[in-house]
């Protein structure tokens, strides 16, 4: 295919893309796309940490989570905008990153992985026990009063979209640039030898911290997006270790380390799920958990390197 | 002349072993300093102790008056102690660029500027043919060309190499030799861990003899190797000079 | 309904404060070092197979779950009780941990951790959700002829199916120190932990030992699973709590450590027995992770393991 061919053909995607919500009218579909991005999002964030730092954190739930209680108990309690109560999310998800890396950093062999697992066990068993103020195990709907668009409230679909798909394209370019830069090259090397990178004058603790806090960070903004769209929380569901599972597979599946991975990955693992929900209907979430895990067992076996290096003409 | 390196006293054990029994020397600004001895006689723990990788049970070491005691590695470097490992580590995935680049990052911010020093140093480490290619596609003796420019590239003080000549062909270790002798007339100086004994006559202005720990024998190289203690060290005892 | 599915009385917090009642701490702790046989049982079985192969099974918890149904399956179909149905479940279990290392975990030994790690996970997604599909997220018990029944003796109360589940995990893990101490394939089994290469250049040949290793490991979590299900509910969720348990006992032992899973596990049982009495009931497992994290703040080798840097 010639450039011009190219060109022509991103193009013709990129406009279907974003006119998308303007052409078609199910809101279901509209809202399958959205999870398509929040998670090609999610998935850009962990692979900064997972994939170029190479270290597999399974419980990025629990910056999901953070982000999206607080900015939800912002609303709830004292009605202030999730733009406010996001950021303030998105701190708290950044101290967890800290209290979590600082020990764990140190460590070899799967001992950061536990590490992850642990906080977001116990992140979920908090907003578990104080339940007058998270409200427990039945979780937090988000009362809806009308368009809001200061609150994140729409009778819509369609302005979600848009703004899950701004925010995948923002840490998109985020994310290229920092592969190129200093941090990016640098945790390259960690990734590839951490000893010969200590020995280049490379402070891998402190490079490590920086992956996580950036992943942290995007991850807990993608939760607050999460809440005001869904409209409904709950602990199980965003701070459980099946949401761990689903990012890293997402990313595992689509190409780890790889700028485009996540993306492929998201896509084409909601489709799957999408598809099993739909023929396998009573079993729902068994069906499409089960994917996962035969995914993530296909991928490690036959093609450790993702799909989408399918799709890369030289190795 | 002042020493750039000075080691005092440095004691280092493993469990029950004493790799490092009380080991004091200077290493001279500027110099080439082979540092030999059998197999086991300390030298690599020596190595990691300088640079950080180990801790020492007791000693000191300065770098040019500056006590660097036990500093973790990376901090180890920024202060100008480079070091290559036994076995090339290059970063496979890479290309001799990036390699470099990383290693050049280490005092700058600024990747355009990393990547202007990072291919001078290529080219004075006369790798330029390879800029592109991935690491792991370089022979054995480019990849320990490459472990050099990329300890180049952090602009050290001080280079440790250990055994970096094994393993070359005769073509190879004088190519080798010519390039360790052009980087240290750029001012740093060079400790150089070897077996192969024409490069350390070859390369050395001094010797240090290590063996179990300690420190057997210093001086000039021709004069050191005749020593007989030192002979009797590698041969084990049984040498009786004719 | 008790604290994740636990279906047998559980002391409940003193009213006012810390209790400083004798009774209760001692009740509340023999209770946890019964549990904690059984915690003890899944770890070492976890940290053998860490052991021996340097694999992590991410899936360890999963095995504690297919013995509980297969437990409740012979129960169900063949009314044979736990107890009696133990020796089947186990050799079944032990076939399964044959399977599953000839299929999956062969390909990955020597590779590093995260292989293992994510395929294990993958496997523990998979089994968890199939179960899940075959037989619903019904709550299921399983009957026996001792429920509920216990020793009573100065003031304290414990039941059988606690006893009878300490004694009998207590017996499995003496049955595989003796097999490590004294016999050849113990000894080839610890050299192998040792050195994989030493281990080759003796004659040993691994792909046996870690075959027998694994399925050793995977009928130790069955073999919990059948203990387990006099006092909890069975239900497909059930592994992940035994699983992240086990975790948290082997880092505190020791990886690859089996005396420190042993006495990890006994130590895990109290404490969150502990904290579940006098802290709050679901905060159990929060006191369970501190430990963790402490373990890995202050000493990441844990009890017994080897140095970790």
Redesign the interface.
């Known amino acids: 295919m010639s450039k011009k061919m190219k060109y022509a053909v991103a193009g013709f995607f990129a406009l279907l893309i974003l006119a998308f919500p303007l052409l078609v009218d199910n809101p279901y579909i509209i809202h399958t796309f959205f999870m398509v991005f929040l998670f090609a999002t999610m998935g850009l964030g962990w692979n900064l940490i997972g994939g170029y730092g190479?270290q597999?954190s399974?419980g990025h739930a629990a910056f999901f989570a953070v982000g999206a209680y607080t900015a939800v108990l912002f609303v709830v309690y004292k009605s202030i905008t999730p733009f406010l109560g996001g950021v303030v999310g998105i701190v708290f998800a950044v101290i967890l990153a800290i209290i979590i890396g600082l020990?764990?950093f140190?460590?070899?062999?799967?001992?950061f992985?536990?590490?992850t697992?642990?906080a977001a066990?116990?992140v979920r068993?908090?907003l578990?026990?104080f339940q007058d103020f998270t409200g427990g195990a039945n979780g937090i709907p988000i009362p809806f009063k009308g368009e809001n668009p200061l609150f994140l409230q729409f009778y819509s679909k369609a302005p979600y979209y848009y703004l899950a798909l701004i925010m995948l394209i923002a840490v998109f370019l985020l994310l290229r640039f920092l592969e190129?830069?200093?941090i990016g090259?640098?945790l390259?090397?960690i990734r590839?030898?951490q000893?010969?990178?200590?020995?280049?004058?490379?402070?891998?603790h402190k490079v490590k911290m920086i992956a996580l806090i950036i992943s942290a960070a995007i991850t807990a903004a993608c939760g607050v997006l999460y809440a005001f769209t869904v409209g409904f929380i709950d602990p199980d569901s965003i701070a459980g270790?099946?949401l761990s599972?689903e990012i890293?597979?997402v990313v595992?599946v689509g190409g780890i380390g790889t700028l485009w991975g996540p993306i492929v990955g998201a896509g084409v693992v909601i489709l799957l799920t999408e598809l099993t929900n739909m023929y396998l209907g009573a079993?729902r979430?068994?069906?499409s958990?089960?994917l996962?895990?035969?995914?993530?067992?296909i991928v490690?076996?036959f093609k450790?390197q993702g799909l989408s290096a399918l799709f890369r003409k030289k190795s | 002349m002042s020493a750039v390196l000075e080691v005092k006293n440095l004691k280092k054990s493993f469990g029950g072993i004493q790799a490092l029994k009380n080991v004091s020397f200077n290493v001279e600004q500027g110099e080439i300093l082979g540092l030999i001895g059998p197999n086991g006689s300390g030298k690599s723990t020596f190595v990691n102790v300088v640079c950080g990788l180990y801790r020492p049970d007791a000693g000191k070491v300065l770098l040019k008056g500056d006590d660097v005691t036990g500093l973790e590695p990376p901090l180890a470097a920024s202060r100008g102690i480079a070091r290559t490992f036994q076995s090339s580590r290059p970063f496979l995935n890479l290309t001799v660029l990036d390699n470099v680049i990383v290693a050049a990052l280490i005092d700058e911010n600024r990747v355009d500027a990393a990547e202007k020093i990072a291919l001078k140093t290529i080219k004075f480490t006369g790798l330029e043919q390879y800029v592109n290619t991935k690491s792991c596609n370089l022979p054995v003796e480019k990849r320990k060309r490459l472990d050099l420019c990329r300890a180049l590239a952090t602009k050290p003080s001080i280079m440790m190499l250990d055994e970096v000549m094994a393993g070359l062909n005769p073509k190879e270790m004088e190519e080798g030799i010519e390039l360790l002798r052009l980087i240290n007339q750029t001012g740093i100086t060079i400790i150089f861990i070897e077996h192969v004994m024409k490069a350390v006559m070859a390369l050395c202005h001094r010797v240090v003899v290590f063996n179990q720990g300690e420190l057997l024998a210093e001086g000039e190289p021709q004069i050191v190797m005749k020593d007989e203690r030192v002979v009797k060290a590698y041969l084990g005892g049984s040498y009786k000079p004719c | 309904m008790g604290r994740n599915g636990l279906t047998e009385f559980v002391p409940s917090r003193q009213e006012g404060g810390k209790g400083v009642d004798l009774n209760i701490f001692l009740q509340t702790s023999i209770n946890g070092l019964m549990i904690g046989g059984v915690y003890a049982l899944v770890a070492v079985g976890l940290t053998l197979i860490y052991g021996v192969m340097r694999i992590v099974n991410f899936a360890q918890g999963e095995f504690v779950m297919l013995g509980m149904y297969a437990s409740w399956m012979l129960a169900t179909f063949l009314k044979i009780g736990p107890y009696p149905g133990l020796f089947l479940v186990g050799l079944f279990m032990l076939g399964i941990g044959w399977l599953i290392f000839k299929t999956l975990i062969n390909r990955v030994v020597g590779k590093p951790d995260e292989v293992a790690i994510l395929l294990t996970l993958g496997l523990s997604t998979f089994l968890q959700n199939a179960i899940l599909m075959i037989f619903g997220a019904d709550y299921l018990t399983v009957q026996t002829t001792i429920k509920d029944a216990a020793f009573n003796m100065a003031g304290l109360s414990v039941p059988y199916a606690r006893v009878i589940a300490f004694l009998v995990a207590l017996l499995f893990v003496g049955l595989l120190s003796y097999l490590l101490a004294k016999t050849d394939l113990g000894r080839a089994m610890r050299a192998s932990a040792e050195s994989r290469d030493i281990a080759i250049l003796l004659g040993i040949n691994p792909k046996f030992i870690f075959t027998v290793a694994f399925g050793i490991g995977i009928c130790m979590a069955g073999v919990a699973g059948v203990l387990l299900t006099p006092m909890f509910y069975v239900y497909p969720g059930i592994g992940t709590l035994f699983n992240t348990t086990a975790f948290v006992v082997v880092v505190l032992g020791g990886m690859g450590s089996v005396p420190g899973a042993f006495l990890g596990g006994l130590i895990i049982g109290i404490l969150e027995s502990l904290t579940g009495t006098y802290v709050s009931l679901d905060l159990a497992p929060i006191g369970t992770f501190m430990i963790f994290l402490i373990v890995l703040f202050l000493r990441p080798s844990g009890l017994f393991g080897r140095s970790v840097n």
């Open positions: 190479a597999l399974l020990p764990s140190r460590l070899r062999g799967p001992y992985t536990l590490s697992i642990a066990e116990i068993t908090l578990l026990h190129k830069s200093k090259r640098y390259a090397a590839e030898d000893d010969a990178a200590e020995s280049l004058g490379i402070k891998t270790l099946s599972i890293a597979v595992i079993m979430s068994g069906a958990l089960m996962y895990g035969l995914l993530l067992i490690i076996l450790p």
